[in-house]
């Protein structure tokens, strides 16, 4: 087992930005563990794919333990799962409540806390969180609490983790998009959710995965929130 190879764990791989992303670092030659609720297991030696829901927490230990098992090492972790639930505050339910909390927050905490334990070993990693550019630039006609709530807390635990680890070879960073074409928004909604941003139309998944990747080579960078929203968190 060779270990120089550097490794990235990615979560919500199996669609969308996730897939994309686990495309991405094995084009940059990173193996990847990729984990997904519903992840098909890959035919690629380099791709180790963990079927789990990441609000459980044996996911996570499964998750980092199957990575160590099978390459040895864990450089990056990209916290890209997450679920958004648009309701009018008052009629959030108490299931819609801790769906949230366990998968953007628990999820991200629990896997975070098993890889950073592992970056700390090696003296070097990165950790990057997806979140939402909502919780810097509330829209009207978007409610979007439980969204601000749990991403807004992982925007403020980036800086914190980055400030921990600084001194440590690890940094923590962010990425806040706007409203990117995904499998999550049907095609006839596309012109509607475009006039949202300042530049008059949605992002590509592509525009989330170069962000990730500028930030993996930002060697100076840590404790960044990259806003990638079409001018959202400026202003209208």
Do not use: C, W
Not at 22 to 36: E, F, L, P, S
Not at 72 to 94: H, M, S, W
Request: glycine share 12%; aromatic share 6%; charged share 20%.
């Amino acid at each position: 087992m060779g270990t120089e190879q550097k490794v990235a764990v990615i979560t919500g791989a199996s669609q969308g930005i996730g897939a994309a992303l686990v495309k991405a670092y094995r084009d940059r030659n990173y193996r990847v563990v990729a984990t997904a609720r519903s992840i098909k297991p890959s035919n690629d030696d380099d791709v180790l794919s963990v079927a789990g829901d990441i609000a459980d927490p044996k996911t996570a230990e499964r998750v980092i333990a199957e990575a160590m098992g099978r390459f040895g090492r864990i450089d990056t972790l990209v916290n890209n799962a997450g679920i958004f639930i648009a309701k009018p505050f008052t009629q959030y339910t108490e299931a819609d409540f801790a769906g949230a909390l366990a998968i953007n927050v628990g999820g991200f905490f629990r896997i975070t806390q098993l890889a950073i334990a592992e970056m700390e070993k090696q003296g070097s990693g990165h950790v990057v969180q997806v979140t939402t550019s909502l919780v810097d630039h509330a829209i009207d006609g978007v409610p979007s609490v439980l969204a601000s709530l749990t991403k807004g807390g992982l925007n403020a635990a980036t800086k914190s983790l980055a400030i921990e680890y600084a001194k440590r070879g690890i940094r923590v960073n962010a990425v806040s998009p706007g409203i990117i074409k995904t499998p999550m928004h049907p095609v006839e909604t596309h012109a509607a959710l475009g006039a949202l941003h300042p530049v008059g139309h949605m992002g590509e998944i592509k525009d989330i995965v170069d962000a990730v990747l500028y930030l993996e080579g930002a060697g100076f960078v840590t404790g960044e929130i990259l806003h990638v929203d079409g001018g959202q968190s400026a202003g209208h």
